[in-house]
């Protein structure tokens, strides 16, 4: 099993920056067996979308409504991934999950609890 914990979010006017992390612990076999890890949104009344994923080793893939405003990285030594969103609008208010993949697709993905991003214009 991963455990995987969130942190970063907040409040923050149009135009700002907020970085969210999303920290993974669990057992060492449990650790190596993710490939990828990224994040996702849901706003209310809206289906949960594709934020940002990237891969071990380094490959991002971006929801184009966030393509030039946030920026997905990953340190693979202390099983985090990071968020850097900069230009923010209010269509980015949402609950932010953080999510990891593992090599084998067949097995079930995981997700953090969700950190709240309210973008006030």
């Known amino acids: 099993q991963v455990q995987l914990v969130e942190s970063g979010g907040g409040l923050v006017q149009a135009g700002g920056s907020l970085r969210l992390s999303c920290a993974a612990s669990g057992s060492i076999v449990s650790i190596v067996s993710i490939n990828t890890m990224g994040w996702y949104r849901q706003a209310p009344g809206n289906q949960r979308e594709l934020v940002a994923t990237?891969?071990?080793?380094?490959?991002?893939n971006y929801a184009d409504s966030v393509k030039g405003r946030f920026t997905i990285s990953r340190d693979n030594a202390k099983n985090t991934v990071y968020l850097q969103m900069s230009s923010l609008k209010p269509e980015d208010t949402a609950v932010y999950y953080c999510n990891a993949r593992q090599y084998n697709s067949e097995r079930p993905a995981y997700w953090g609890q969700g950190t709240q991003v309210t973008v006030s214009s």
């Open positions: 990237i891969t071990r080793k380094g490959i991002t």
